[in-house]
């Protein structure tokens, strides 16, 4: 399957579940997340993560201290690249 992700036209290789470590802003570990059903695109340059597939398993991002919430707490900080 072609389509466009952004700028880039890409092929939809497969679909399955992704972890991801979080990390803490003095570089300690916080939490794993689990998503699943996420899309895997072959050779597609950058990795996109959605606030709405996170909001989905009860994770909120803050858009002022960059830091990844769960049940009021912080696990993880995803700061701007």
Excluded: C, W
Aim: positive net charge.
């Amino acid at each position: 399957m072609l389509g466009t992700v952004g700028p880039y036209r890409a092929r939809l290789v497969g679909k399955g579940s992704v972890s991801i470590q979080t990390a803490l802003p003095n570089r300690s570990y916080g939490s794993t997340i689990t998503i699943h059903d996420v899309f895997y695109v072959l050779y597609l340059p950058v990795n996109l993560l959605s606030g709405g597939r996170l909001k989905e398993i009860g994770v909120f991002f803050n858009n002022k201290t960059y830091e990844l919430e769960y049940n009021s707490e912080v696990m993880g900080y995803a700061p701007k690249v």
